[in-house]
């Protein structure tokens, strides 16, 4: 049965005579994704319809993300295929990726190792170092964003441009100064209003590698202003015994992605020729229950901080940073035992 129009209104009749709609596969604030068919050689798309009274002052957002998909291709990136723009809407045929979010892949397998978690991350590796080499920065990495091509197959599919950032020429990408990401993913020099670059999607694999691992994040509190604190100091743990059928291998990967330091951060090729990722050094044992137990505790925990209105988040995030850095102000007038007792009361990252 097709699916009703988003907000009761029909489609453009240029699309109806091209595609069938199929079932509606999500739905946003100000969008829809729907599976389509192609009439005439029965390939099937997903077509995101954006209404554009909905869309108004998010324009920027979904320009970013249709000039982003028309520059790129590669195997780990969703493919736009066409557009089509009327008075009310915009429909973005592209490659339908229907396996489901990465950690929902993870929760449903019966056994998942290291070795696994490795190559996932491979495959993110490879495309972001992609994007980096056409001068593209995605700044808004994590598990949302990352899809599973199908159901039988658990090729990553990396999605949703709308922050990313393109540079003119791909060899002098010019340093960033917006404020933008998710909490929690988020690297430190965006939080420490520094002019950043294409370094920031390391940090941001580097959490996403952390929590394929135990299933919990590095980073967390229940207030963004004191999460953020932690992630500027970079203070997280390989707490017992969540990671001690961890390899030595995983860990050190880990430390050279969530470096500090952006100039001392492996960037993509770097990382791709860690031994944890070519070199055989991940290990076999099934650490499925593990992960997925924390998955589960730290879904009902904190949701992953889903955020469903980038720009809202954007502001927020301005604002925290403001209070973040004015409370660090005022802690360095104070002695260095206030300080040392002041950072170890914060909530960090560990299991729930």
């Not at 699916?3 to 946003?28: C, H």
């Not at 929760?107 to 593209?136: C, F, R």
């Not at 990967?253 to 031994?275: G, S």
Request: net charge neutral.
């Amino acid at each position: 049965m097709n699916a009703m129009p988003l907000f009761g209104k029909k489609y453009d009749p240029r699309v109806t005579q091209k595609y069938s709609i199929k079932e509606t596969l999500g739905r946003g604030a100000f969008s829809e994704v729907v599976k389509a068919q192609d009439r005439e050689t029965g390939t099937q798309y997903a077509i995101k319809i954006i209404d554009k009274k909905q869309l108004k002052g998010k324009e920027e957002a979904l320009q970013n993300e249709i000039e982003v998909l028309r520059k790129v291709s590669h195997p780990n990136i969703v493919k736009l295929y066409e557009m089509y723009d009327d008075k009310s809407k915009v429909y973005l045929v592209m490659e339908l990726v229907c396996g489901g979010e990465l950690f929902d892949r993870i929760v449903e397998k019966g056994t998942y190792t290291e070795k696994d978690a490795s190559e996932l991350i491979a495959q993110i590796l490879g495309g972001v170092n992609y994007l980096h080499s056409q001068g593209i920065v995605h700044r808004d990495l994590k598990p949302e964003n990352l899809l599973c091509y199908s159901k039988e197959d658990s090729k990553i599919m990396i999605s949703d441009f709308g922050l990313s950032k393109i540079a003119s020429e791909p060899e002098t990408m010019p340093a960033m100064q917006t404020a933008c990401g998710t909490p929690g993913y988020v690297a430190p020099e965006v939080l420490r209003r520094q002019p950043y670059n294409q370094a920031v999607d390391c940090w941001s694999i580097g959490v996403i590698a952390y929590i394929l691992l135990c299933g919990y994040p590095p980073f967390y509190d229940e207030e963004d202003s004191e999460l953020f604190k932690q992630i500027m100091k970079g203070t997280y743990e390989f707490d017992s015994p969540y990671w001690d059928d961890i390899s030595d291998s995983a860990k050190n990967f880990i430390t050279h992605l969530m470096e500090l330091d952006p100039k001392k951060r492996y960037n993509c090729e770097q990382a791709l020729k860690h031994p944890w990722i070519c070199g055989g050094m991940a290990r076999t044992t099934n650490i499925h229950s593990t992960v997925t137990e924390q998955i589960h505790k730290t879904r009902a925990r904190c949701n992953w901080k889903r955020v469903g209105n980038v720009v809202v988040a954007m502001q927020k995030m301005k604002l925290l940073m403001g209070q973040v850095h004015k409370e660090h102000d005022n802690d360095t007038t104070k002695s260095d035992a206030a300080e040392d007792k002041t950072t170890t009361q914060g909530a960090t990252g560990g299991p729930p």
